[in-house]
C-alpha cells in the first residue's frame, strides 16, 4: 500500500494493522489505521479508525513468501506462536 498519508483534517495517522483474507481465489489485504484529533494545545487521542483494501497479485503472494522463506527458513515457520485453532500462514 505504500506511505500512507493524513486526510487534510488528520494530523497523523497510528497503529496500521493488517488482516490478510482469501475470498475464493483472490486474496484481499486491509489495513486499519486510526486518526488523531490535533488541534491546539495538542490532542493525541484517536476520534476514528480508517480502513483499505488492496487486491494482493498472485505475484505479489510469491515475492513475499520467498522472502519470508529466506528470513525465517520453511514456508510453513512463524516467528510468533499461533494462537490455539487459528491456521494462518506466511
Known sequence: MGHLEPGPDTPAIQVPEAFVQRIGSTTW??????????GNPYNWRYNRVWVMRRQISVG??????????????????????????SHSRP
Not at 29 to 38: E, N, P
Open 29 to 38: 489485504m486491509y489495513l486499519f489505521y486510526a486518526c488523531q484529533i490535533g
Open 60 to 85: 505479489e503472494i510469491r515475492f513475499l513468501r520467498r522472502l519470508w522463506r529466506e528470513r525465517f527458513g520453511k514456508t510453513n515457520s512463524s516467528p510468533h506462536p499461533a494462537r490455539p485453532g
